[in-house]
Structure formats: C-alpha cells, structure tokens
C-alpha cells in the first residue's frame, strides 16, 4: 500500500493509542486481539505467519488448516478496513498512519500523501528604512472580488452536477442502500467469495420387470447419490426397483429468486452456484453462503438452522411451530381443491454468522409464494430496513413472514416476528 517509512516506536505507539481510544476496534474481542498482536510483533520487527496468528489469537488447535480455514484473513481484512475509516476520519492528508500491506500480517507506517506547506520565512528587519518606498500601482477594485465570484460560481456549478450525477438514477441509489444494509453488508465488504446454494430434489427412475424406466419418483429421505448407495446398502432389494439417473429438479420459486438476488450479490466479487446435493461442506468454512429454496430443501443446512430457531417443524414441511408462542403456521398453497383458490403461505429468512467468520444467509419458505416474497423483500430497501429495525441491532437473527394469494400469485404479505438468533452454538456439536 505505497512506500512505507521507517517504524519509529513512540510514532506507531502513538497512533495505535489514538486508534484505540477513537473506538474503532469496537468491544474488546477478537479484533482487538489480533491489533494488539500485531503492533506487539511490529515493534519488535517480526511478521508473523497466518499460523502463527491463529494459534495465539484465536486459539486454533495445531492442526489448523489454512487452506480450508480463512478466519485469519477475515479478521485482517476487517482490521485494514477499520485502520483506512479511521485516517480518512480523524487523520490529515499531511500524517502517516496505520496501514497493513496487502498479502502481510504485520503494521507499518505509511507517510502522508501531501507535504504539509511551509509558511514563507519572515523577511529580515533592515536596519534603516529604504530611502524611497514606492507605493504599488492601484488595481481597480473590481479585480479584486472577480476571483473570488468566478471560484464560488464554478463551485456551484460543479456541486449542481454532482448532485444531479448521484440523485438522476433512483435505481442505483435503492441498490446501494440494499447493499450497505445489515443484510448483506457483512456479505458484500471483505474479499471472501459468496456461494449461492440453491435447493434441489433428487430424482430415481422407478423401473418396470423389465428394467425399463417407467416413471420418475421422489423419495423424501434421497437427496443426493451418497443418499442413494446408502439407502441401496440398508435395503438391498430395492436395488431392482430403482435406477440412479443422476437428476434433479428445482422449484419454480428459485429461479424468480435468484432474478431478484442477483443485481444485489454483483457487486465485483466472486459468486458461485452450486446445487444443495452436490455442496461441499467445506464451502460454509471458507466463503459466504446464501441458500435459496424451499425449507424442505435445506438438508444439511436445515439441520443446523432449526436445532437455534425458534421454529420447529411439523408434521411435515408445510408446518411450522413457533416454541415461542405455541403458534402453528400450515401452509395451504399445496395444489389441491378448486384451481384457483385462495391460499396462505410462509416466508422463512435468517441470518447468522458461519463457523469461521464468514456468514449464512437463508431465504426459504414453505413453498413457491413463500420463497418468492423472502427474496423480493430483501432486495428491496424497504424490506431490509423492516427486518433491521425490528432486529433490535442483533448480528443474527431470523424472521417469518405469512403471505396470502390466490391462484397461485402471492397478493398480501406481512413481517410476523424478527428473532435473535444464538449463532455461536448453530456450529457448535450436533443439532
């Protein structure tokens, strides 16, 4: 990051003291573990490695991986941030400050990018006036406040077309704000890739006497190969009544999710798609995860997510039980009865922290409705903004919404409840 100075101890002491004390590193924690840990290592011209940091800030066991496991990086990335807020807040274009060099794990003083200006030296007093002082030729006077106009009006000028450059195009402004919500900020502001993880169904192919495909089936408790050799291994007679086609299917309700979540992921990083059958685990370590489907779709994932909501599923995937209340919530937008019926739905979101710093996004529902409005609402600025002001300023967090349609288009939708959610045991043994 530019040219970096040679470290003296009482200057970096000194802007670390004042870095501290503006409150940027938020409460004591892991943050500010890893800048104390750093500026220690500094002052004594060491760099240490990313193993060496996760060892004695965050108490990784010696068979850390750092390949798999990106919470070093997380944090330094967090932490570059927080010491670039704060010069352009509280330092000067003319002082050095606090910068950490791309690709390194140590603190170094950077300079100013300008050169302070020196007030001209006062001339020397002679000792006896000059004998003839000439007075300088008068200037009329409308010279003397035309620059000063001619540097307003180009100021106003330039301000006018600022102003109508950032306020013409309304979409972009709804676009940023969603950005920069508590929603997907935390998603959108550091270098870990996101990974759309859409939900899927797994299909056999049930065949006839005489091996032929017959028709394609679904069972509840496949959903991906390993599923089906395992099934095959418990009840090996069925190995004849079933073909493995390797095929899938997708909710409706997904692709007109996805249509409106992604202008709000392309932002310049890394999005990737994958299927719910084929995710590798290790994807919810090492990037950001968005889930996208219908609740009965999650698989692993929903293990995690419902073992700390407050929701408890039903008999089946269209019920849900609010622990809370005593409330069950059934949706009713199953297709049945007369074509064309009123109907109720349920939208499911929340947001966590993942195992390693990274973050969980999930927008689910019930059904196709359900799914539908989630994502709707959350690339919506005013539907961000809803479900941050009734989180009451929790990182993690869930919430439900109910949706009523008929013939088999969502009509009216309503926010039941934002719940806090205790992340830090989603992760934390079995569910």
Do not use: C
């Amino acid at each position: 990051m530019g040219v970096t100075v040679s470290m003296t101890v009482d200057e970096l002491q000194r802007l670390a003291e004042q870095f501290r004390a503006s409150g940027s590193l938020g409460k004591p924690g892991a943050l500010s573990r890893l800048f104390d840990f750093l500026l220690a290592r500094s002052l004594s011209g060491e760099a240490p490695k990313e193993i060496e940091i996760a060892l004695q800030v965050f108490g990784k066991d010696a068979n850390f991986d750092v390949g798999q496991d990106s919470v070093v990086r997380v944090y330094v990335h967090k932490l570059r941030r927080r010491l670039e807020e704060f010069a352009t807040r509280s330092l000067t274009p003319y002082d050095s400050r606090i910068t950490i060099p791309k690709g390194e794990y140590r603190l170094v003083l950077e300079p100013g990018s300008a050169v302070a200006p020196v007030a001209p030296a006062p001339a020397p007093e002679s000792a006896e006036p000059p004998l003839i002082q000439v007075a300088p030729p008068n200037k009329p006077r409308w010279r003397q406040w035309l620059r000063p106009a001619l540097t307003a009006v180009a100021a106003f000028v330039a301000g006018v077309v600022l102003t109508y450059w950032f306020t013409s195009n309304p979409q972009d402004r709804e676009l940023n704000a969603v950005r920069q919500s508590a929603v997907w900020r935390p998603l959108l502001d550091d270098d870990l890739p996101i990974t759309v993880v859409v939900g899927d169904y797994f299909l056999l192919g049930e065949v006839d006497q005489a091996g032929n495909v017959e028709r394609l089936v679904r069972e509840f408790y496949i959903n991906s190969n390993q599923d089906f050799l395992d099934h095959l291994q418990l009840n090996p007679g069925q190995l004849s009544n079933y073909r493995n086609l390797d095929l899938t299917y997708l909710p409706a309700a997904s692709a007109f999710a996805l249509q409106d979540l992604v202008p709000v992921l392309n932002a310049g990083k890394q999005v990737r798609v994958t299927l719910l059958s084929a995710l590798d685990p290790r994807l919810l370590k090492t990037s950001h995860v968005v889930y996208v489907g219908y609740i009965s779709g999650m698989g692993m994932l929903g293990d995690r997510v419902f073992a700390q909501s407050r929701l408890a599923l039903g008999g089946s995937f269209d019920e849900l039980h609010d622990t809370q209340t005593g409330t069950d919530y059934v949706s009713t937008a199953m297709p049945m009865g007369v074509e064309g019926g009123a109907f109720r739905d349920f939208g499911y979101f929340s947001t966590f922290a993942g195992p390693n710093g990274n973050r969980v996004v999930v927008i689910s529902g019930t059904r196709d409705n359900g799914v539908m409005h989630v994502a709707e609402a959350l690339s919506r600025r005013a539907g961000v903004e809803e479900v941050a002001r009734n989180s009451a300023g929790a990182s993690s967090f869930e919430s439900l919404y109910e949706v009523d349609g008929m013939a088999r288009a969502g009509l009216n939708a309503r926010l039941l409840f934002v719940s806090p959610m205790k992340s830090d045991a989603i992760w934390s043994g079995s569910p």
